[in-house]
């Protein structure tokens, strides 16, 4: 007897292939039969039976791009995805992951644990997939993080010892072994941003034996764009290695347009290798990072902690001003999101600046001296530029989000709005709304795509002997209620959820269940 049987659903199976009226039964952790309207078949037993007449039925959404994974240990800490329709999320990305943990990097993790509130108590990547695997709602997947690296093993940024890098590639496939995807970049952020790319081609060689990937924040999204994806694009040849531009982008406005022309750039490289060459994207014209990511990079060389005492020197202020007039930065679109500053949180450096009669240049290092952890969101992408990018058949949607554990016992900031709902809002946008994306297409990119990118096996498509990762969608009500002021608001549209066979949201009601998975390249 089956556990689940889905009937009269419009399924779209992950491929391109025309949306079809079926049937899907599903037992234990699988899809067991798949039955179309016009066929010749025997009406199954089933302990629950599901009249899915006028909903959209599509594997579950596979989110590409998170950070750091230390949401997980708490309950419900995946709501804001599920809602979305997420059954997988991949993070360690932007240079970013839990693990491994070298002994440099104790302090922090030991200022992470105290500010969010998780136990912090591993080192290897399998400890850490030890800590959480009995904890997780949906299925989660991680790469191992560049910066990580770096900032666990190395104690000066700016000169990288053989013995350290030796130590670095030793950990980094100690953690594909265990079970890592590949290895991510973070080339804007300290102390990745202080690496030469000969030492990212040797990382990412390693990566490539064990059969990873290589995803990258390139090291420059604005003025530098193409020479940055060029570089990536580098690292992949010499490495061997399939190659994921992370969140693509052309940020500010004198670099609108130049999307296009990167989206060659990644064409022809698919054209003359052998490798692929892919993306993720986020559907907002906003980034959120770190206030820390706009000042010149020497000012984080001797490391982070150091970078409060240094906004008071009015030599630094100084060079900020030079900074932020070089790179031509829109102030008054850069909002300041961390609420724990309470005398700037929701402002933004514009009228910071303004309020307190100071320059926006001392604006910034007041805010950095209260607290260099600060985070905005910021204005500063083509609407076209977006719409081009998610078009693109490579491309992947994501979230590119850091975790904001509804019920954890504290937070850092306000997440942006694609937390809660990047793919909610890329369905309202791309195929409700503009009909940019007929379903098939756009339910491929966040099933199939990734899935086949990553290699994830039995993930990504409706069929039998996939995992029974499903969503039912109801077309009338899909929407993202996140804004950027009110960030925390769950989408609407996902009537129905399965995680490894296991019903996780029923009539819209989320269930108090742990069905996720570790997911590895061995699986």
Request: proline share 4%; charged share 20%.
């Amino acid at each position: 007897m089956l556990d689940f049987y889905i009937q009269h659903a419009t399924i779209c199976t992950g491929h391109k292939q025309t949306a079809k009226i079926g049937n899907v039964g599903i037992q234990n952790d699988r899809i067991v039969c798949i039955h179309y309207e016009g066929q010749d078949f025997e009406l199954p037993e089933a302990t629950q039976t599901i009249d899915a007449t006028g909903l959209i039925l599509t594997p579950g959404f596979i989110d590409p791009h998170a950070s750091t994974g230390f949401g997980y240990f708490f309950p419900n800490a995946a709501d804001h995805k599920l809602y979305q329709g997420i059954t997988t999320e991949i993070f360690g990305n932007c240079g970013t992951s839990p693990a491994p943990i070298g002994k440099h990097l104790d302090k922090t993790m030991n200022r992470l644990s105290d500010e969010i509130g998780f136990p912090f108590e591993w080192r290897s990547m399998q400890e850490y997939f030890d800590q959480i695997q009995d904890k997780l709602q949906f299925n989660i997947a991680t790469l191992v993080g560049h910066s990580t690296l770096r900032a666990g093993n190395m104690y000066d940024w700016h000169n990288l010892q053989p013995s350290q890098l030796e130590t670095m590639k030793t950990a980094l496939a100690e953690a594909m072994d265990e079970g890592a995807l590949g290895i991510s970049t973070g080339l804007i952020y300290a102390p990745g941003c202080f690496a030469e790319m000969d030492e990212i081609v040797s990382l990412a060689k390693v990566t490539a034996k064990k059969g990873g990937v290589y995803a990258s924040h390139v090291r420059n999204e604005r003025d530098g764009l193409e020479k940055a994806v060029e570089e990536a694009l580098t690292i992949g040849k010499q490495a061997d290695i399939r190659v994921l531009i992370s969140h693509i982008k052309a940020a500010e406005k004198e670099n609108w347009g130049k999307i296009p022309k990167v989206l060659n750039m990644l064409e022809e490289f698919n054209k003359t290798s052998k490798l692929q060459a892919a993306c993720d994207v986020y559907p907002y014209t906003a980034v959120s990072t770190k206030l820390r990511a706009f000042i010149p990079k020497y000012m984080l060389q001797d490391g982070i902690a150091a970078v409060s005492e240094k906004m008071k020197d009015a030599e630094n202020v100084n060079a900020i001003a030079e900074w932020i007039t070089k790179k031509d930065y829109d102030m008054s679109r850069m909002l300041i999101i961390s609420d724990d500053l309470k005398d700037y949180y929701n402002k933004n450096v514009s009228e910071i600046a303004e309020e307190n009669n100071i320059s926006l240049a001392q604006a910034i290092a007041d805010i950095l001296a209260a607290s260099t952890e600060t985070w905005v969101v910021y204005h500063c992408i083509d609407q076209k530029d977006i719409d081009t990018a998610v078009m693109w058949p490579n491309a992947m949607i994501c979230t590119d989000s850091w975790s904001y554990p509804i019920n954890a016992p504290k937070s850092i900031g306000q997440p942006h709005p694609r937390s809660y709902g990047a793919f909610t809002e890329y369905l309202q946008r791309f195929v409700i709304d503009e009909k940019m994306l007929g379903w098939e297409e756009a339910i491929h990119k966040i099933t199939y795509l990734p899935a086949e990118f990553f290699q994830l096996k039995h993930r990504g498509l409706i069929e039998e002997g996939y995992y029974a990762d499903i969503v039912l969608l109801d077309p009338n009500t899909v929407k993202a209620n996140a804004t950027y002021t009110s960030p925390r608001e769950l989408s609407s549209g996902v009537e129905h959820l399965w995680v490894n066979g296991s019903h996780l949201i029923q009539h819209t009601k989320i269930q108090d269940q742990t069905p996720g998975k570790v997911l590895t390249l061995k699986d």
